[in-house]
């Protein structure tokens, strides 16, 4: 059964940082798509970063890039979001989600790529 739980949310004030984690289970991690999406209340999901396990790349959305880091440790099975520089608007619930089907004809950024979801992580940032 794939699983994918995330962690390391909290509240912070501007400026500060955190490390979110995605912890995966049940399935090949190493040759896979994952990557993160937020939340806010009100607003549409969207995307915010993604790497290839497997040692390929990294990409980022446009309203992070330079702020975010996305990294693993295939030893843990596990993906990282470094976020630092935080604002008020990255307030959000964070997800994980994983392409265990190899969706090659989607793009990294499109929601429709992956196949499995965790439950997400509130990050909130306060002013």
């Known amino acids: 059964q794939v699983q994918l739980v995330e962690s390391g949310g909290g509240s912070v004030q501007a400026g500060g940082s955190l490390r979110l984690s995605c912890a995966a289970s049940g399935y090949t991690y190493s040759s896979n798509l994952v990557g993160w999406f937020r939340q806010a209340p009100g607003k549409e999901r969207e995307v915010v970063a993604a790497i290839y396990t497997s040692g390929g790349g990294k990409y980022y959305s446009g309203s992070v890039k330079g702020r975010f880091t996305i990294s693993q440790d295939n030893a843990k099975n596990t993906v990282y979001l470094q976020v630092n520089s935080l604002k008020p608007e990255d307030t959000a619930m964070y997800y994980c989600?994983?392409?265990?089907?190899?969706?090659?004809?989607?793009?990294?950024?499109?929601?429709?790529?992956?196949?499995?979801w965790g439950q997400g992580t509130q990050v909130t940032v306060s002013s």
């Open positions: 989600a994983a392409d265990t089907a190899g969706r090659y004809g989607i793009t990294w950024d499109d929601a429709r790529r992956y196949n499995y």
